[in-house]
């Protein structure tokens, strides 16, 4: 038994709700046989707790909403450009800012720009859009990061972490020339929203430096990093959390972000760096790809609202409640011994689709079934982190077979209350008991690009 842990509740009250609809099982089974048993092609109004993504449904405050009637829709030099700026050189310290429409748009100028065709990108492990964007832009990527990362039951308290010795030795076998540079994530999305330490991230940035490499932080989620890292590495318990996510930033040369995540908007993102000469390449990009360069694709009032998410997500006890809420719903899991990434990440929980469902092979799609199967059950909405995640090796054309094989459940910020999480964790829970009963799933439709998008399925019978 878990044992009886002292209340907490959220640090917000509720002004504005959203009714959602309650279905039958009947017609969720309808829903998803015409969605082709993918998730991302349900509509929303047919999903009761949508736990899809974190990525562009958090709730903005009263603080934000009031920023969006502060909007400047000037087409050239917005005041909600200079806000924007002032508080990224605050917040995350770098010198020059470049809004884009949302994340892949600040991947696809910084790929474009600094990837010369043939040359590798490290990663410590790949992100969908990130990587595309890289092997778009004729980049190879290599996984660098730690094996921990790859194992579902390996306890580790930095199970992002990159391994230098994988490092190093790229750098060893393919010439530092050839290599255009090293993204971090932090926390690593596809490993479970596992963390990388101060430590990891300083010895990342000094052999790099070493040999003339670029760092780049994908700073999506990076508040929810620095607080794994305030709770868990020696000498940080006493700093804030915005302390330690500058400081982290810091042993960066450049960011893109996905301001969709931690900085509680529902669209937005930028590309930061501090080389005035890469800012005026991308400078100069923003305006073929999203907008001019003081929006980059976004309105006055989404920047005004981004600005002032990022003061609001790096209070204390707003990050605290964030990656708590999380660890209560891995918990509730955790007691049923339900298989789960472990530790509990920062923005989701994965089941371990692997061994949920362990009669259906990996080729017949056994997280995708799993996440269709949660969304028949009880109208909770997950989504896909696998085999069709993963795509396919863009040299051989045969699907790349990650390790892990997963179904994410992600919260967005402020939105779902204990009462929500205890009603998926039921769900998730009485599923298990039926398992066995699963069949797996085969593909009819496959887009080329970021195939888990809009990829159709049917039920093998
Ligand atoms: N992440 C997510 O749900 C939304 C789209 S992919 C299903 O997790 C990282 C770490 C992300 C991310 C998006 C992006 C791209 C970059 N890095 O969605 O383009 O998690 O704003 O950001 C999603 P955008």
């Known amino acids: 038994m878990m044992e009886k ?26 829903a998803i046989e015409e969605a082709g048993y993918n998730t991302f092609l349900l509509r929303s109004e047919d999903v009761y707790i949508d736990l899809l993504t974190d990525s562009g449904t958090n709730a903005m405050s009263d603080y934000q909403w009031a920023g969006m009637m502060l909007g400047d829709e000037a087409y050239a030099g917005s005041k909600n450009y200079y806000y924007l700026e002032d ?10 800012l470049v809004p884009t429409h949302q994340g892949r748009g600040a991947e ?17 492990m790949y992100f969908t859009t990130t990587r ?34 994988k490092f190093e030795k790229l750098i060893k076998e393919k010439g530092a020339e050839n290599i255009a540079y090293i993204t971090v994530g932090a926390p690593v999305n596809m490993a479970g929203g596992q963390p990388v330490s101060m430590e990891n991230m300083k010895q990342v940035h000094a052999l790099a430096k070493k040999h003339n ?6 700073a999506t989620r990076n508040m929810e990093n620095a607080y794994f890292i305030q709770q868990r590495e020696k000498g940080y318990e006493n700093k804030t959390v915005a302390e330690i996510h500058k400081e982290f930033c810091s042993y960066s040369d450049a960011a893109t972000m996905s301001g969709k995540k931690d900085l509680l908007v529902n669209i937005g993102g930028f590309v930061a760096c501090n080389d005035y000469d890469l800012f005026q390449k991308l400078r100069n990009m923003v305006v073929v790809y999203e907008g001019l360069h003081t929006y980059g694709g976004l309105a006055g009032r989404d920047m005004e609202a981004m600005a002032r998410g990022m003061e609001e997500a790096l209070q204390e006890e707003n990050i605290s409640f964030r990656v708590k809420q999380v660890k209560y719903f891995s918990d509730l899991l955790e007691e049923e011994n339900i298989p789960i990434v472990k530790p509990a990440g920062g923005h989701a929980i994965f089941l371990n689709a692997r061994k949920f469902y362990d009669h259906i092979p990996q080729d017949e799609f056994p997280a995708q079934k799993l996440a269709a199967d949660l969304y028949v059950d009880s109208g909770v909405r997950g989504m896909e982190r696998g085999i069709v995640s993963a795509g396919r090796n863009p040299e051989t054309g045969d699907h790349n077979r990650p390790k892990l094989e997963l179904v994410r459940l992600t919260f967005p910020r402020r939105v779902y209350t204990q009462a929500h999480l205890d009603v998926a964790a039921y769900s998730v829970i009485e599923l298990y008991k039926k398992r066995h009963q699963a069949k797996g799933l085969r593909m009819v439709y496959e887009p ?13 019978k």
């Open 132 to 165: 595309l964007h890289q092997e778009l832009a004729g980049g190879k990527f290599v996984d660098v990061i730690i094996d921990e990362a790859h194992d579902p039951d390996a306890i580790h308290p930095f199970k992002g972490n990159v391994d230098l010795d």
């Open 87 to 96: 508080n990224v050189r605050k917040y995350y310290g770098y010198k020059y």
């Open 213 to 218: 490499i670029m760092v780049v932080l994908d």
């Open 448 to 460: 080329p690009y970021l195939r888990f998008f809009q990829a159709r399925f049917e039920v093998i």
């Open 5 to 30: 842990r002292k209340p907490w509740a959220e640090p917000y009250k509720i002004k504005v709700v959203e009714p959602v609809k309650m279905t039958t099982r009947e017609y969720r089974e309808k």
């Open 108 to 124: 696809h100028m910084l790929s474009q720009t600094v990837i010369k065709k043939g040359q590798f990108v490290a990663g410590n």
